[in-house]
C-alpha cells in the first residue's frame, strides 16, 4: 500500500511539473509553434492570476431571444470584406474600443457598444450618443449578476422595455453614468442609481435615457450575419475563450492551446479573407492597447469557431 500511494505521488509530481503555465513564454512559445494564422504575445503580466483574467469573460448562455430575425438573402450581394468602420465614417463610435476594467461586464460592453453605433446609423450620424454600460451592469437585474457576469440577450430586451441613458469610460466625466471606479478597478458591481451620478451633466436621468424597438436574435447562419451588419450595424457576439486568446497579438484567432476560461461577449463589425482564411472582425472591451489591432481581433468565420455564430443579438432603436 505504501508503494502504491509513493508511486503516485511521485505520478502527481511528474503530471504537475509538465503542466505549462498560462501566459508564460513556454505557453505562447508552444502557441506560435502549433499553428500559423495568427500571433501570440504577451497582454498582461506574466504573473497575472489566471482567475483575474477569466473573470473578464462574463457571457452566460442559455438565454435567446424569442424573435428571431430573417433576411431575404442574395448570396452575390455580400461583398467579399466589409468593415463598418469604413461604411458609416460619420459614426466615429464603430472605431472605438472601450474598457471594462476588473468587471466581468462584456455583455453589457458588447451590448452598449452595438446600440450606440445603431443609433448613430439609423440616424445617418445625426446622433452620437453613447451608453452606458454602468446602467445596464448596475440595474438589469434579469441581465444576470452584474460584474459576476449575465446573459446579452437580456440586456437587449432590457434596452427596450427600460431604456439606457448616457455614459463613457472610466474617468471620462462623459454622459449621465461614467463608468465607475467600483467596476473599472474593484470589479465590484455598482448600486443601481435611477438618477445621473456625473454632477455635470445636464440633463435628467428619465429625460436621457434612448430606447430600442425591437431586440433580435439570428439562425446560425454566415450570410444571415452578415446581411445583418451590412444593412443595420455591428451586432454583439457570445462565445467561448480558452486561454491561448488572452494571448491574441494578430492574425486570425484559432484556439490553439489551454484551457476552456469562460464565455465573453463582443461587437462584431465586419468581415474579410486574410492569406487564405476567413475571418471575423471584432471589437473587443479590454481597451484599445489589448493585442496589436487597437483593441480588435480576427476570429476564424465559418465554422461557427468557439460557438462564435452561434448566439448573436442586436436590435433596433428608437429614432
Not at 443609433?119 to 445596464?136: H, K, Q, R, S, Y
Not at 443601481?192 to 428619465?206: F, I, K, L, P, R
Request: aromatic content about 12%; hydrophobic content about 30%; glycine content about 10%.
Amino acid at each position: 500500500m505504501k508503494i502504491t500511494i509513493l508511486v503516485l505521488a511521485l505520478f502527481a509530481t511528474l503530471v504537475s511539473t509538465n503542466v505549462v503555465k498560462p501566459h508564460s513564454d513556454e505557453f505562447i512559445k508552444i502557441i506560435n509553434e502549433k499553428q500559423s494564422t495568427w500571433v501570440a504575445g504577451r497582454n498582461f503580466p506574466e504573473d497575472t492570476p489566471i482567475e483575474q483574467l477569466r473573470r473578464l469573460n462574463g457571457a452566460r448562455k442559455g438565454h435567446r431571444n424569442s424573435k428571431v430575425k430573417i433576411h431575404d438573402v442574395v448570396a452575390a450581394d455580400i461583398p467579399e470584406s466589409f468593415d463598418a468602420r469604413d461604411e458609416w465614417p460619420e459614426c466615429p463610435s464603430i472605431n472605438k474600443v472601450r474598457n471594462q476594467g476588473q468587471c466581468g461586464s462584456c455583455w453589457a460592453f458588447g451590448a452598449v457598444e452595438a446600440m450606440t453605433d445603431r443609433l448613430c446609423i439609423a440616424t445617418n450620424g445625426a446622433v452620437e450618443f453613447e451608453f452606458a454600460p454602468e446602467d445596464l451592469v448596475s440595474c438589469c437585474y434579469d441581465c444576470g449578476d452584474g460584474c459576476d457576469g449575465g446573459w446579452p440577450s437580456e440586456a437587449w430586451s432590457y434596452w427596450v422595455q427600460n431604456g439606457i441613458v448616457s455614459g463613457g469610460d472610466y474617468n471620462s466625466n462623459e454622459g449621465c453614468q461614467p463608468y465607475p471606479s467600483e467596476a473599472y478597478n474593484n470589479g465590484q458591481t455598482p448600486r443601481c442609481e435611477s438618477q445621473c451620478t456625473n454632477s455635470q451633466y445636464n440633463v435628467a436621468y428619465n429625460q436621457d435615457k434612448h430606447y430600442g424597438v425591437k431586440s433580435y436574435g439570428i439562425s446560425r447562419n454566415v450570410q444571415q450575419i452578415q446581411a445583418e451588419i451590412m444593412t443595420n450595424g455591428p451586432v454583439e457576439a457570445s462565445y467561448d475563450v480558452y486561454d491561448d486568446f488572452f494571448d491574441y497579438q494578430s492574425g486570425v484567432y484559432q484556439h490553439t492551446y489551454g484551457e476552456y476560461a469562460g464565455g465573453h461577449a463582443v461587437k462584431v463589425v465586419g468581415w474579410g479573407t486574410e492569406n487564405g482564411t476567413p475571418y471575423w472582425l471584432i471589437a473587443n472591451s479590454w481597451g484599445a492597447d489589448w493585442g496589436q489591432l487597437g483593441g480588435f481581433f480576427k476570429i476564424l468565420r465559418g465554422e461557427n469557431h468557439c460557438s462564435i455564430e452561434d448566439d448573436i443579438n442586436f436590435g433596433d432603436p428608437e429614432v
